[in-house]
């Protein structure tokens, strides 16, 4: 297994957030305007945590955040944010029973990815499904005028998602993080303005 320790790893060392990816977060926050004080947020794959700590801190103590993952957390969240573990989209496990319960949320996050098997387009469909499955929780838990984030696998089928999200979404842009690694297929859409 690669151990990837790159500018980006270190900054997450010194910042104090469990893993580079929040700089991704940041990055599309900076350029969309996503995260303010005040705001309800939904993040979906949150472990290890690096999104819910930053988004935590955006929202500040008159937001709140809910944070969701098969995997636990490794640190520590801020009082305005609430983690459970589980499976998101169980709709008999308390997870999403909460989820229902806090709804509706003013941005639902997505970093979720799947357990990567190798086969190029087993893990692209796989992600792709997650990514699929999240917005189906968008239309129902997301408020109008709401904000999405997801992140996916590239793949040729990914135009199916992007349609999918302009039926619900006023606009829809791909994003692809500087702090991303060059070698990687990961891609985000970013949509705004939910119908």
Not at 10 to 20: E, H, L, M, W
Request: proline share 5%.
């Amino acid at each position: 297994m690669k151990t990837y320790r790159d500018h980006y790893f270190q900054r997450a060392k010194q910042d104090n957030y469990p893993a580079r990816s929040v700089y991704k977060l940041k990055e599309a926050d900076k350029r969309f305007k996503l995260l303010r004080p005040g705001l309800k947020v939904l993040d979906l794959g949150a472990s290890p945590g690096s999104w819910s700590l930053y988004a935590a801190g955006k929202v500040g103590p008159s937001g709140r955040l809910l944070a969701l993952d098969l995997n636990p957390l490794t640190i520590e969240l801020p009082e305005q944010a609430l983690f459970m573990q589980g499976d998101v989209f169980d709709e008999s496990g308390d997870g999403y029973r909460l989820i229902l319960e806090t709804a509706p949320f003013d941005v639902v996050l997505s970093d979720m990815a799947p357990r990567t098997t190798g086969v190029k387009f087993a893990d692209q469909a796989r992600s792709l499904d997650l990514a699929s499955q999240a917005l189906a929780l968008c239309k129902a838990c997301l408020i109008k005028g709401g904000s999405f984030v997801v992140k996916f696998f590239e793949a040729q089928e990914a135009k199916q998602l992007l349609d999918e999200m302009r039926t619900v979404f006023s606009r829809v842009q791909g994003f692809k993080p500087k702090s991303s690694r060059a070698e990687s297929k990961e891609m985000f859409y970013i949509a705004t303005g939910k119908k």
